[in-house]
């Protein structure tokens, strides 16, 4: 059955597309935390501060090489030493191959307790289906650049994080707009740090100005995407503070 | 790298318009599953191939192999040429035994650019002839592969793999 599995998966990302966008090479990431890797997982955590309060899960976006979202997953560490970042590898560079991997990283880490979850475009949604499949796992959902395939988490009781950039060609601001009817009630939010209390059972809204989509991680362009009009920094900047405080909130 | 795939289109070419000897195709789907990355044991699922192998008689027994294979690993989608060599022997009325050597070179499929990719592996299998003309089989062995490049990205670029490989083999002409 998992000889099936794969090769059907093969067949799929060949008709799919194949090629992965890849990262910033790792020698000019400047990571400052600990940083480890597997076949299937790369993991992120502060060298200084072994105690692990929340673990986060996160998927990868659709054909883009996992290493590429290191830079801003290292500064959120060092902004929250307590935060653990586990970064799936999936099959093909593709999270509806892999939805079900994150659970494997949840099983592994008992110790931490807090769990969210979350991810990039095609990752954030495998994310959302991560949750339907585990409802009760996780506390809060990240979606960056990207939205639900369907209602399934509409009366979910955990707390959303909705992180999208004006200029995304891809996850337009329109797409944001049309599945917000498939999240929790929804709360635009007007600054980094304005939630309203409980986040629980909300879906908050972070609109980042002039950001792109493939700025949300280091891979280079991508096609279809608009033109920023902020650098990466400045963009992973406000992506890291809004998902800081948002931990911080649930 | 360039040489190695004319080399073996050229063999395959060869091996195509030799009538002299016995001719096969073969079609494989392969599971990849893991034994170390790079020096750290570390098990489970790697990815899976699908492939395609043409093969031409050396001697009784052996015979040298070319082909294609497409397979998903740890770091993505690779295409790589496959050339090596196949020993194989009847020990039952219809069951033969085999072991190879294969050789892979071709491609990670990043972009903006690909990266070149190998992988080695030596396999053992039995195999089962339907008719005169066509035999199933499953093989199993080891399988070391290396996306140099890929290091710069990442901290594991090779891996040693268990592959269990299943294929369908047809006698073009003797």
């Keep these: 059955m998992k000889h099936l599995k794969y090769n059907v998966i093969l067949l799929l990302s060949l008709i799919l597309g194949a090629c992965s966008s890849i990262s910033e090479p790792l020698a000019n990431q400047n990571l400052q935390n600990m940083l480890f890797e597997t076949a299937d997982y790369i993991v992120l955590e502060s060298k200084t501060n ?3 309060t929340t673990g986060f899960v996160y998927y990868p976006g659709g054909l883009v090489d996992p290493h590429a979202y290191l830079q801003w997953q290292d500064k959120l560490v060092t902004l929250n030493p307590g935060l653990k970042i586990v970064t799936v590898k999936m099959p093909s560079n593709l999270a509806v191959f892999g939805i079900d991997k994150g659970m494997t990283v949840v099983k592994a880490n008992p110790a931490i307790s807090n769990w969210i979850t ?8 495998m994310a959302a289906e991560l949750i339907n499949k585990n409802q009760t796992t996780f506390k809060g959902l990240v979606f960056i650049a990207s939205y639900p395939a369907s209602d399934i988490l509409k009366n979910w009781s955990g707390g959303v994080l909705s992180v999208h950039a004006s200029r995304d060609g891809l996850s337009t601001i329109a797409k944001i707009e049309k599945y917000k009817a498939d999240l929790p009630s929804a709360t635009v939010m007007n600054g980094m740090n304005n939630f309203t209390l409980p986040v629980s059972g909300r879906t908050h809204y972070y609109e980042i100005m002039g950001g792109n989509h493939a700025q949300f991680g280091n891979y280079g362009l991508q096609a279809g995407d608009s033109t920023a009009t902020i650098s990466v920094t400045v ?10 405080n948002f931990i911080d909130k649930l | 790298m360039r040489k190695l795939v004319v080399l073996s289109v050229a063999v395959f070419v060869f091996g195509l318009t030799s009538t002299l000897k016995a001719q096969q195709v073969s079609i494989y789907l392969n599971s990849l599953n893991g034994i170390l990355a790079e020096s750290n044991f570390d098990g489970g699922s790697r990815g899976g191939s699908l492939g395609v192998n043409y093969s031409n008689t050396l001697t009784n027994d052996l015979k040298w192999l070319g082909g294609a294979e497409l397979n998903t690993v740890s770091w993505g989608n690779n295409v790589v040429a496959n050339l090596g060599l196949i020993y194989t022997k009847e020990f039952a ?4 035994w085999s072991v190879s050597g294969l050789t892979q070179q071709g491609v990670a499929l990043f972009k903006p650019n690909a990266f070149y990719t190998f992988s080695l592996s030596a396999l053992g299998g039995i195999e089962f002839r339907i008719n005169e ?4 089989g499953l093989s199993t062995g080891l399988r070391y592969y290396n996306c140099p490049e890929y290091s710069k990205y990442s901290l ?3 891996y040693f793999d268990f592959p269990v490989e299943l294929f369908y083999r047809i006698t073009l002409k003797k």
């Design chain 1, 118 to 125: 979350g991810g990039h475009s095609l990752g954030g949604a």
């Design chain 1, 50 to 52: 072994t105690a692990r």
């Design chain 2, 156 to 158: 594991i670029s090779s």
């Design chain 1, 235 to 244: 963009q992973q900047n406000q992506l890291i503070q809004v998902i800081n």
């Design chain 2, 133 to 136: 003309k066509s035999s199933i």
């Design chain 2, 93 to 96: 009325a219809k069951w033969s």
